[in-house]
């Protein structure tokens, strides 16, 4: 069954360093999602993205962040200079047309 | 803005039992899904059951069901024969309907214990 992978799955990077989170989407789907989980709260929405653009961000997703899908299968979150409060799991999803969103296993980003 | 409401921070269940966990949502859209969603300790992201706000039938997934209530803007999950595996959290999920966005509004999670 086909699903979403993300990697790596922990990530440990010290503050004000960049980090890029790494996602592979189901083949066929058209909408890629990234959410966040900060530990013990709700999934939160960052980002969507789709014909290769932004179709929506939170307030979250401020200049700091930023996504790419750099070739056919890859889509990335580059987070340029990490602060001690983006410590949380990130959550790659991609859906088709029918808005059933698949969940990567997710990253877990700690910043020291 | 919608909003997604889960009352209940923890719930148990018996072994065999049934349990409903409850959700409730605000919104002005009549087009939208709702989900809901399994996280066990791994905290991977698992999609257990969606229903479509068009569809006055209520969805089932083999022990899961849903009780969706549309004027009350109410939607509980209802786990028949609790099994030890259920153990998780369980976030309900608002999907827009019509938008290509496409984003998920959760709520807070209830975390379900399944007593042996």
């Known amino acids: 069954e086909p699903e979403v992978t993300q990697t790596p799955s922990h990530q440990v990077t010290q503050m004000g360093q960049e980090v890029i989170l790494r996602c592979v989407p189901i083949?066929?789907?058209?909408?890629f999602y990234w959410y966040r989980q900060i530990l013990g709260q709700k999934v939160e929405f960052l980002v969507s993205f789709y014909n290769n653009e932004i179709s929506e961000k939170s307030e979250i997703f401020d200049d700091q962040f930023s996504v790419e899908r750099p070739d056919g299968s890859n889509f990335t979150l580059k987070i340029r200079s990490t602060k001690l409060e983006d410590s949380a799991m990130y959550f790659c999803?991609?859906?088709?047309?029918?808005?059933?969103?698949?969940f990567g296993p997710g990253t877990r980003l700690t910043v020291l | 803005a919608q909003t997604v409401t889960q009352s209940q921070p923890e719930m148990s269940v018996q072994e065999a039992e049934t349990v409903t966990l409850s959700c409730t949502y605000d919104?002005?859209?009549?087009?939208?899904?709702l989900f809901w969603y399994k996280q066990p300790p791994s905290r991977q992201m698992i999609l257990v059951i969606r229903?479509?706000?068009?569809?006055?039938q209520n969805a089932t997934e083999n022990r899961f069901s849903v009780n969706f209530q549309k004027a009350a803007k109410s939607f509980s999950l209802k786990i028949s024969d609790s099994q030890l595996g259920d153990a998780a959290m369980y976030f309900c999920a608002y999907g827009h309907g019509s938008s290509n966005t496409g984003k998920l509004i959760f709520g807070q999670g209830t975390t379900l214990q399944v007593k042996p």
């Open positions: 083949s066929n789907h058209l909408y």
């Open positions: 999803a991609s859906s088709g047309p029918d808005n059933e969103q698949f």
């Open positions: 919104t002005s859209e009549s087009d939208y899904y």
């Open positions: 229903q479509e706000a068009y569809k006055q």
